[in-house]
């Protein structure tokens, strides 16, 4: 079983619409979670991130964490078709230097 | 300030050759993050160099190895390339090695094995 589980997608949506993007892990010990966005032939960037559990918001992007279930997800709402591109979640422990751990990614598409 | 920078950006090999890339941090960042990214396996983590050392290695054969210069500079060498080493391999830098410390990826170099 892999340490972090990303559904790759596609995911297709309209213009406008609510998206929900999800990871799940086994780690217990994750405790800093990341969401980075790529564009083709790009490097990937970091969108958001958060310790710990609870919710965190940044314009139409909000990114929650559920501790108890190893759940990770983040939300766009009023999605837009420049958010088209691959979301990875990533995560690592608050001590040490312990290394980054990435979902494979969901591709999205949003449609115009 | 400049973006991590990597090349070459593209590259095509054939079985059996060595290949070497190279990336430049951002400036002041000390640590060098090596990634290889493929359809089916996501990002995986490669090593890190920290200072000149590394510090964390991830699950990949002796074939992979790196090394990073006293300005920070990183080389990822692979030898002996085979098929399956096709993918695009990613930089990343930062100010230290803490976990929480934000890594910063560079556009990544293709690497293509014929």
């Known amino acids: 079983q892999k340490e972090v589980e990303q559904d790759p997608g596609p995911l297709s949506v309209p213009e406008g619409a609510i998206v929900s993007l999800n990871c799940t892990y086994s780690n217990s010990a994750f405790q800093y979670f990341m969401w980075y966005r790529q564009y083709s032939r790009k490097g990937p960037e970091l969108l958001m991130y958060?310790?710990?559990?609870g919710n965190k918001e940044d314009g139409r992007f909000t990114a929650q964490v559920d501790k108890s279930s190893k759940y990770i997800s983040l939300f766009i709402r009023d999605s837009q078709p420049s958010d088209s591109a691959t979301y990875l979640c990533a995560m690592t422990t608050t001590s040490g230097t312990y290394k980054y751990i990435f979902g494979t990614g969901t591709r999205l598409k949003v449609l115009a | 300030k400049a973006g991590v920078t990597q090349t070459p950006r593209y590259l095509i090999k054939t079985r059996g050759q060595q290949v070497t890339l190279s990336c430049s941090p951002i400036?002041?960042?000390?640590?060098v993050s090596w990634y290889q990214q493929t359809p089916g396996q996501g990002l995986q983590f490669l090593f890190e160099y920290f200072s000149e050392t590394q510090r964390n290695k991830g699950n990949f054969p002796g074939r992979f190895s790196g090394r990073q210069f006293s300005n920070s500079r990183s080389e990822m060498n692979v030898s002996t390339l085979e098929l399956g080493d096709s993918a695009l391999y990613l930089c990343?830098?930062?100010?230290?090695?803490?976990?929480?410390?934000?890594?910063?990826f560079g556009p990544g170099t293709r690497l293509t094995v014929l």
């Open positions: 990343a830098s930062r100010p230290t090695s803490l976990s929480t410390d934000t890594q910063y």
């Open positions: 400036s002041g960042h000390r640590s």
């Open positions: 958060t310790y710990s559990s």
